[in-house]
């Protein structure tokens, strides 16, 4: 088993350095894999906050990154992406071991998408331009965009390095300050991160971390008065509760990347795919140990072919090895936290009181470790109406749906208080737009899970999303503000 770098940084960044939390206070950040103390890291209080909030505000004020060129903002970030990348095996394991995610996705997938996406963004710099609007001879009217000022971020714990990318690069290509509140049960990458981001010539006051407890820290940075812009990815339940400090504070913009129970439809006309849908849909069921919130949790096969797809499902569950997430041959590691494996085996025999059948899993494995694994478990015969249909469970649990109709399929599908994201299995392509266009998702793949790529805009329907969007060109609308410009022309 690999263990931390004896380097890794688990102070506060604020105003370019790392320092202790108000009175030396830190809080224990766990290994999943192991139950046991990784490190213990900086448990920021609201004083931190406010300090980490007054270097942000003061960097913007002072211009050496908010008014700068663009195409000066693009370098720094093109080498902001460069030492990402070459970093990036370190980078890797941290999210890795601290999150308990398969190595292999840290290093093929995460990573190489923080990468992307930073430079993305720094290419987008000089690609976004403002609007002339028409007007009369004796008038011109600019619309330009502006940075917004200092931006709050809330991270969560599933993806650390990857959602941090998707939230920093649009911000501070757009001119913004920033200040990150990453998840206390994985802050280590995004430490790491904005060490590297100050190496590539990011100024002392732009990029600021302050680690610490949600109901603490990031509470405080909701509440802050000199926050201009708040993005939040999480759970819908704390979505809400950003909503309000918003209110009780200063008005703040509030973007929110919540919860998702992303129905993944197959109809009978695919039948002859059924073992590479199989395959897909295992990957979106318990890819990331199924914590990640567009997976696809449950599956609605239309009625003919239900039994079979699910003998296709079980034999495409056996290739996912569950093991110790730095090993290379694991595709399944450790769930998060102890009450995230006591919630997922509870979920799993509340579906066997309601009624359902376990075709496969649905045990804890490697209890001797102290680590919080859990088998990939498909649940057949699931009704709608139950708490396995309709509740986001975030573990490497699936159920599957029968349905006989295309309009039943679509009163399935939209009998949820989510709609982030959905995928629709047909060769019929009259039917897969059709029901793609009838879905209440943000994000609908037809024939293969996915969540588009950094060009597409990511967010939700309903309870699932708020305010705007991570990725594509729209997220520079939450970290920018429009201002008119109205000349009177002699």
Known sequence: ???????????????????????????????????????????????????AVKAARAAFNAGA?????????????????????????????????????????????????????????????DKVFGKISP??????GLIVREPVGVVGMVLPWNFPAGTLSWKIAPALAAGNSIVVKPAELAPLSTLRIAELAFDAGIPAGVFNVVPGLGHVAGKALGLHPDVDVISFTGSTEIGRQFLRYSADSNLKKVVLECGGKSPQIVMADAAQNLDRIAENLANAAFWNMGQNCTCGSRILVQSSI?????????????????????????KLGPLIEASALTRVLGAIEQARKD??????????????????????????????????????????????????????????????????????????????????????????????YGEGDITTPFGGYKTSGFGGYDKGLEAFDQYTQLKTIWLTLG
């Open 65 to 125: 990154w908010s008014r700068i060129e663009p195409r000066e903002r693009k370098r720094v970030l093109l080498k902001f992406a460069e030492l990402v990348e070459a970093n990036g095996q370190e980078i890797a394991l941290l999210d890795s071991i601290d999150a308990g995610k398969p190595i292999v996705d840290c290093e093929n997938l995460d990573v190489p998408d923080v990468v992307s996406n930073i430079r993305w963004y720094a290419e987008a710099i």
């Open 355 to 448: 009624g359902a059948t376990i075709a496969s899993g649905g045990k804890q494995l490697f209890q001797e470790t102290g680590g919080w694994f859990v088998e990939p478990t498909v649940v057949d015969n699931v009704h709608p109406d139950t708490a396995l249909a309709r509740d986001e469970i975030f573990g490497p649990v699936v159920a599957v749906l029968p349905f006989d109709t295309e309009e039943d399929a679509i009163r399935i599908a939209n009998a949820s208080a989510y709609g982030l994201a959905a995928t629709v299995f047909s060769t019929d392509i009259n039917v897969a737009i059709r029901v793609a266009r009838a879905v209440q998702a943000g994000t609908v793949a037809v024939n293969g």
């Open 306 to 330: 239900k039994q079979d797809f699910v003998d296709s499902l079980v034999k495409a569950s056996k290739n996912w090895v569950v093991g110790e997430p730095t090993d290379h041959t694991t």
């Open 1 to 51: 088993m690999k263990i931390l770098p004896d380097n890794v940084r688990s102070q506060a960044f604020i105003d370019g350095k790392f320092v202790d939390a108000e009175g030396g206070a830190e809080f224990e950040d766990l290994n999943p894999a192991t139950g046991k103390l990784l490190v213990e890291v900086a448990a920021c209080s609201a004083s931190d906050v406010d300090a």
């Open 135 to 140: 007007t009369g001879e004796g008038n011109l």
